[in-house]
């Protein structure tokens, strides 16, 4: 049988806005039925500091205290504390402690829900692609706080050049 993990991105109160809040029901109501498909589910927090790239190149300095960093609470009780990882970079799968995890459970195939689809989503997904495994981007489990503006391109670039969008 493949393995298979889940990694939830940056659902987090920062992002939560009109268009984000029945995403974010979507993943509560998905965890509630699906989570025992999967070997290892990850959470991820973006936080950001000084040292980012974000912070350092953009100029980008938000996202950097509570509440803007507080899981939402819908997803709160599913993180057990344990397998929710704060990260200052886009892709979770540079968190050191997500990608040895994969690779110590042999995981062929991570399915990716969270925020935002053009931004950190994506670049999971290219690193997880470039790394030899599969990311599916669960495409009702995701949004672009930029709203459609940049959700629907960034699903045409992953499925035109991953080709795995359910």
């Known amino acids: 049988m493949n393995k298979k993990a889940l990694i939830v991105i940056d659902v987090q109160k920062y992002f939560l806005n009109e268009e984000t809040k029945p995403i974010v ?6 965890l509630k039925e699906k989570s025992n498909k999967y070997s290892a589910i990850y959470f991820t927090i973006f936080k950001n500091n000084p040292k980012s790239s974000l912070w350092q190149i953009s100029g980008w ?13 819908e997803i709160k009780k599913f993180t ?16 050191p402690k997500i990608k040895r995890g994969l690779k110590e459970n042999k995981i062929l195939e991570v399915d990716i829900c969270g925020f935002d ?6 670049a999971t997904a290219y690193d997880l692609f470039d790394s030899g495994i ?7 489990l995701t949004w672009s706080t ?21």
């Open 25 to 30: 029901k979507r993943i509560q109501r998905f």
């Open 61 to 73: 300095k938000d996202c950097k205290d509570s509440p803007d960093i507080d899981v939402c609470d």
């Open 80 to 95: 057990n504390g344990m397998n929710l990882f704060h990260k200052n970079f886009l892709s979770a799968y540079k968190i």
């Open 117 to 122: 689809t053009d931004c950190c989503v994506l």
């Open 134 to 140: 599969k990311p599916v981007v669960l495409e009702n």
């Open 146 to 166: 930029s709203t459609e503006k940049l959700h629907n391109p960034a699903l045409q670039m992953i499925k035109r050049n991953i080709g795995f969008v359910e």
